[in-house]
């Protein structure tokens, strides 16, 4: 899907909620789970994103659940439904897809 890999200008990443103290203590926290090989940049993501979903990305968000990164990737579906679907920040692997059936979401071969 060629829309997940324009210019990431056009994604939002968003690294965390409470103000600009705890974004920044975020980020700083990303920054690190990066550098140390706990997380994929989002580049890797979203082309990972690009290879199985049909749908245009128009948020991305890491995050820390349960002990684990994840980067939240929200798509726009051609039928102008909204899905949310999870990934290991690690691994790449999808964890979840709320709003549609992984059926659904998922690139069908040309």
Do not use: C
Request: charged share 30%; glycine share 10%.
């Amino acid at each position: 899907m060629r829309s997940l890999l324009k210019p990431l200008a056009a994604a939002l990443l968003i690294l965390g909620a409470g103000g600009p103290a705890a974004a920044g203590d975020d980020h700083e926290r990303a920054l690190s789970a990066l550098a140390e090989g706990e997380v994929l940049p989002l580049t890797a993501i979203l082309a990972r994103a690009g290879e199985l979903l049909d749908g245009r990305m128009i948020e991305a968000e890491l995050e820390r659940e349960h002990g684990l990164w994840v980067y939240e990737i929200k798509l726009l579906q051609r039928n102008g439904r909204l899905v949310e679907t999870v990934f290991d920040a690690r691994t790449a692997e999808i964890l979840s897809v709320e709003g549609a059936a992984l059926e659904d979401v998922l690139r069908r071969p040309e």
